[in-house]
């Protein structure tokens, strides 16, 4: 009988803007590209589609749009490519990406809009791949404001920001046993992190024979 070969992992990584995310995200791809492991970055929003130019013109503050309506267009921003990250895990291809439905969840619930409940921000995504592990890079807002600040996108200010961590750390709760979510400590230098994520990382590397899971399964 001809050997199966394990998928790739899916492992996304959250936190706040400014927690350091999209530098780990590259760290960790060339830890993976030095170990010969075939890996693909994807980042949300991908606002390289048509779905992801609106989100980018409302993020810079360049449209208006309803908040249902921009959330709606995240989660479509995911479903859009959702084949694509099951097709690569199925190659053997670890795929990692930076935010996932958690921000979505995590910045439109912070908006405390009525009609807007966690419940509600949760639902668009249900049926997406599932994450193997969620890293959450847990940075304080003193570390953010000693990291430059935040740049002049819509969501990046500190009150939001902070609406936002609460957010998240109700999912990470709610995520339960620590298998599959883990709070990392971003305040640390960047090594550290690395080290950190890698570590967390390192039993899903080598793929893994598990179907790939739903969310909210
Ligand atoms: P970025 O800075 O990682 O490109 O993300 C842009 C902003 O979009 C960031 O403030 C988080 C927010 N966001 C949502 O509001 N909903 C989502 O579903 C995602 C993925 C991001
Ligand atoms: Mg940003």
């Given at each position: 009988?001809?050997?199966?070969?394990?998928?790739?992992?899916?492992?996304?990584?959250?936190?706040l803007?400014?927690?350091?995310?999209?530098?780990?995200?590259?760290?960790?791809?060339?830890?993976f590209?030095?170990?010969?492991?075939?890996v693909?970055?994807a980042?949300?929003?991908?606002?390289?589609?048509?779905?992801?130019?609106?989100?980018?013109?409302?993020?810079?503050?360049?449209?208006?749009?309803?908040?249902?309506?921009?959330?709606?267009?995240?989660?479509?921003?995911?479903?859009?490519?959702a084949?694509?990250?099951?097709?690569?895990?199925?190659?053997?291809?670890?795929?990692?990406?930076?935010?996932?439905?958690?921000?979505?969840?995590?910045?439109?619930?912070?908006?405390?809009?009525?009609g807007m409940?966690?419940?509600?921000?949760?639902?668009?995504?249900?049926?997406?791949?599932?994450?193997?592990?969620?890293?959450f890079?847990?940075?304080?807002p003193?570390?953010?404001?000693?990291?430059?600040?935040?740049?002049?996108?819509?969501?990046?200010?500190?009150?939001?920001?902070?609406?936002?961590?609460?957010?998240?750390?109700?999912?990470?709760?709610?995520?339960?046993?620590?298998?599959?979510w883990?709070?990392?400590?971003?305040?640390?230098?960047?090594?550290?992190?690395?080290?950190?994520?890698w570590?967390?990382?390192?039993p899903?590397?080598?793929?893994?024979?598990r179907?790939?899971?739903?969310?909210?399964?």
């Amino acid at each position: 009988m001809p050997e199966r070969k394990p998928r790739g992992a899916f492992i996304v990584v959250e936190g706040l803007d400014r927690s350091g995310k999209s530098t780990q995200v590259a760290l960790l791809e060339q830890r993976f590209k030095a170990e010969g492991r075939p890996v693909r970055l994807a980042k949300f929003p991908d606002r390289a589609t048509p779905i992801g130019k609106m989100i980018d013109a409302y993020l810079r503050s360049q449209s208006e749009m309803d908040d249902h309506a921009v959330h709606l267009l995240f989660s479509a921003n995911r479903w859009e490519l959702a084949q694509s990250i099951i097709d690569s895990l199925n190659a053997g291809t670890t795929v990692i990406c930076d935010r996932y439905a958690f921000s979505g969840i995590a910045f439109s619930a912070a908006k405390n809009k009525p009609g807007m409940s966690y419940e509600w921000c949760r639902a668009p995504d249900i049926g997406l791949p599932a994450p193997d592990l969620t890293l959450f890079l847990d940075v304080s807002p003193e570390k953010a404001r000693e990291r430059g600040g935040f740049g002049a996108e819509r969501y990046e200010n500190a009150d939001m920001q902070e609406r936002v961590q609460h957010v998240f750390e109700r999912i990470g709760v709610e995520m339960g046993d620590g298998s599959r979510w883990f709070a990392v400590d971003a305040d640390q230098e960047q090594g550290a992190v690395t080290d950190e994520l890698w570590m967390r990382i390192q039993p899903h590397a080598q793929g893994t024979e598990r179907p790939i899971q739903r969310l909210w399964e």
